[in-house]
C-alpha cells in the first residue's frame, strides 16, 4: 500500500488523523507548496473515489491523487491544506519532498 499523506479522519476512516490548521508560517507554507507541486509536475494524478470535502472549511478539494515513490496524496492537497490552511505535513513526507526545516 505504501504511505499516504493528506487524508484525514471520516467515518470511513475512523483512525486518520484530523488536519491541524496555521501551524506554518506563510513562508513555510509556501516552500513546502513549491516542493510538492513541483513533484506532482512530473505526475498525471489518477481519478479515485468520488469528491472529497475538506475537514476544514467543508468546501470540495478534488477528485484524484498521486502517487509516486510509494506515496499517495491527494491532488488538493498542496493548494488548499498546505497553502490556504498551513497544515504541516508529517516529517516523513517533508523528507520526501525534500524540505529541511533547519533552515
Do not use: C
Request: glycine residues 10%; positive net charge.
Amino acid at each position: 500500500m505504501g504511505m499516504i499523506e493528506g487524508y484525514w479522519y471520516s467515518r470511513g476512516e475512523p483512525t486518520y488523523p484530523m488536519p491541524v490548521p496555521y501551524v506554518l508560517t506563510q513562508e513555510q507554507a509556501d516552500d513546502l507548496y513549491a516542493l510538492i507541486k513541483k513533484k506532482e509536475s512530473r505526475l498525471v494524478p489518477k481519478g479515485y473515489m468520488g469528491w472529497s470535502d475538506s475537514r476544514i472549511d467543508g468546501s470540495r478539494v478534488g477528485t484524484e491523487e498521486f502517487e509516486t515513490d510509494g506515496w499517495r496524496w491527494p491532488k488538493g492537497f498542496a493548494e488548499h491544506y498546505v497553502k490556504k490552511y498551513r497544515v504541516k505535513p508529517t516529517s516523513d513526507f517533508l523528507k520526501f519532498i525534500g524540505y529541511n526545516d533547519k533552515k
